[in-house]
């Protein structure tokens, strides 16, 4: 070893995960930031149809779509504090930029299965994934991850008549429904036989509708496809001096972004699996 003080050297950069959210959607990204006030739409995927006699065309009627989304944004922001010995030619900005990019799937991912910042916020049409207003198709009772894994396309299929639509599981879940072969990939995404995306959140909880979990009740939900929307990425202060607190010697980097994220409202279903929830460790 020799003598003299250690040599400070860049950190290996944060990367973001294989696979998650992020990864199975095409996220938007819109620079014109109006609407980061928030969103409304009227879906294509939600309406009537069906088969009808040639002389019963001209008399065909649809009921008026009750269904609208309609979204308030959210910001996901991670930080990035050191001490100001020796790293003064950090790119700390960077550094910043790099751990949101490597984090951010899993914030959207956990609002979107509990909907906690919506509650807090009372944005009660925000949408989540574990919500009393779903259906339960297994009424209560857990069932095997084959037939759970059944029961979510099959309900994908009878409400969207054949259109996609997604299945969101906890990365325990899904490993056991690719050691079952029931999923295979397809690129950056994991998909089913049916072809079905299927995101293994990690933000994802596993949680109930009433937002409970347990031995034998871990949940795994079908919606439609999910769309995301990512605005630029701000970092701040904007230069060292700002960042630096001279009390503790500390510096101090933020960076944040506007996201919505939402499906058209048109289905939503739960699965209860008979799946033992294993212990994620930590103090």
């Keep these: 070893m020799g003598a003299g003080p250690k040599t400070v050297v860049p950190s290996p950069p944060a990367q973001p995960p294989n696979y998650g959210l992020l990864k199975s959607v095409e996220p938007i990204s819109d620079p014109n930031l109006r609407w980061a006030n928030g969103i409304l739409y009227s879906p294509e995927t939600c309406g009537d149809g069906g088969a009808a006699a040639p002389c019963d065309v001209g008399t065909l009627t649809i009921d008026e779509r009750s269904t609208s989304v309609d979204v308030e944004p959210f910001w996901v922001w991670h930080g990035d504090v050191c001490s100001a010995f020796g790293f003064g030619e950090q790119d700390f900005k960077g550094r910043a930029r790099r751990a949101l990019e490597a984090v951010q799937s899993y914030q959207i991912e956990r609002e979107l299965w509990t909907g906690e910042l919506a509650d807090a916020q009372g944005w009660t049409t925000n949408p989540r ?7 339960d198709l ?9 037939h759970g894994m059944a029961c979510l396309e099959q309900y994908l299929a009878s409400v969207y008549w054949g259109r996609p639509g997604m ?3 906890t990365p325990q879940v899904v490993t056991h429904w690719m050691g079952l072969d029931l999923i295979r990939h397809e690129g950056d995404k994991l ?24 031995d034998n009740n871990i949940w795994a939900y079908a919606t439609g496809m999910v769309s995301v929307r990512l605005g630029e990425i701000a970092v701040w202060p904007d230069d060292f001096d700002q ?15 506007p996201t919505t994220v939402e ?12 799946v033992t929830q294993c212990s994620t460790g930590g103090s």
């Design 243 to 257: 960042a630096l607190d001279r009390e503790d010697n500390t510096i101090r980097f933020f960076a944040a972004r």
């Design 263 to 274: 499906w058209d409202g048109c289905a939503l279903a739960g699965v209860q699996l008979a």
């Design 191 to 214: 998909v089913t036989a049916m072809g079905t995306v299927v995101v293994p959140g990690a933000g994802y909880q596993g949680t109930n509708p009433s937002g409970t979990i347990g």
């Design 138 to 146: 297994t009424e209560g009772s857990s069932v095997g991850l084959t």
């Design 167 to 169: 299945i969101h599981a």
């Design 129 to 135: 994934l574990a919500d009393l207003s779903g259906d």
